[in-house]
């Protein structure tokens, strides 16, 4: 299994992008995605056309398309690896990363009618507990869930007087937030009333570029425990899943920002590259030490 997997997903256009006929300037072969660059000063097509290789292409552009990616592929091929690494003890994150619009939110939490991959995820862990539960295995889950707006840490479960929590470092479990409140969910339905719960209160705001355009950062984590028997002897495994939709990066005069949310914006942009240089280091790091 990949420690770290990158997949890429083009959505429909949208409402605005039809009105001025905009130009399709993404194609997808297998796993590569092709772009053009249809304003370089130049007819060369190797100039003009660069293609990527990534783990996964997800063309989900027009639903009548013999590609098309559906949530449910998306959740195949990603969703399901999350599920598999927290059954095995291991630890998972999910990113969702790009400009606003794009269809992060989209990705991450879907719509009730069609679901992105948090709730698939959430839905397939409580699905495998209840199998493995007739094994003699039981299990604890817990779920915390916050967004980071304007570089403040507030709690989505639950609403505090003063919704600016600290983060903190603990000498072994590593950063923590004090104060986040933790639910201890025992079913789907409960799991689902929290992520819906924690989405009614995630700010979110109205741009040029995106109606409910996410203003903040958020993080949704599962803690999940599985206590049995290992050789007869009582074990516990314990493993976490981050699953993180980032708000998007935007250009002030695309998003036709003023005010508010024009200082939104710099502090969304201002953390993304903050971010962008965590993962470079991180990069960087892992490669030295092969
Ligand atoms: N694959 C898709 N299929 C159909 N509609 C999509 C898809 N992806 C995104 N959309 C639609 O596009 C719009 C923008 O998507 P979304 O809100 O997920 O963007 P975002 O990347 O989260 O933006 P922001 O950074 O501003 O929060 C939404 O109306 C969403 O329903
Ligand atoms: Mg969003």
């Known amino acids: 299994m990949a420690s770290v997997k990158v997949a890429v997903r083009v959505r429909p256009f949208n409402e605005r992008e039809r009105e001025n006929d905009s130009q399709l300037i993404i194609q997808m072969r297998g796993n590569t995605t092709g772009i053009l660059n249809c304003k ?6 190797s100039i003009r056309y660069k293609e990527f290789t990534f ?7 027009d639903e009548d398309s013999e590609n098309y990616a559906s949530q449910e592929m998306v959740y195949h091929d990603l969703g399901t690896e999350v599920v598999e690494c927290a059954f095995e003890g291991y630890n998972a994150c999910v990113f969702a990363y790009g400009q606003t619009g794009s269809g992060k939110t989209f990705t ?4 009730q009618e069609n679901q992105g991959l948090i709730p698939r995820i959430c839905k397939a862990l409580f ?3 209840s199998e493995n539960s007739k094994r003699g295995t039981t299990h604890k889950v817990q779920v ?18 003063n919704n600016s929590l600290k983060v903190r470092q603990h000498p072994t479990k ?6 986040l409140t933790t639910c201890l969910v025992t079913n789907y339905g409960h799991i689902q009333n929290c992520i819906d719960r924690g989405n009614a209160l995630r700010t979110t705001a109205s741009t040029n570029m995106n109606d409910v355009s996410s203003r903040s950062h958020a993080i949704f984590t599962i803690t999940f425990v599985q206590a049995g028997y290992c050789d007869g002897v009582p074990s516990e495994t314990v493993s976490k899943i ?14 036709g920002a003023t005010g508010k949310r024009l200082k939104e914006g710099a502090y969304i942009n201002k953390s993304l590259v903050t971010l962008g240089s965590v993962i470079s280091k991180l990069a960087e790091l892992s490669t030295e030490k092969k």
């Open 40 to 45: 370089a000063n130049t007819r060369d097509e």
């Open 55 to 61: 783990d996964y292409s997800y063309w989900s552009h």
């Open 108 to 111: 991450m939490m879907g719509h």
């Open 127 to 129: 699905d495998r507990m």
């Open 144 to 161: 915390s869930y916050l967004e980071i707006y304007q570089e403040r840490v507030a709690d989505l479960l639950q609403r505090h007087d």
């Open 174 to 179: 590593g950063p923590y937030v004090e104060g």
């Open 242 to 255: 981050h699953l993180v939709d980032l708000a998007g990066s935007e250009r002030a005069d695309s998003t």
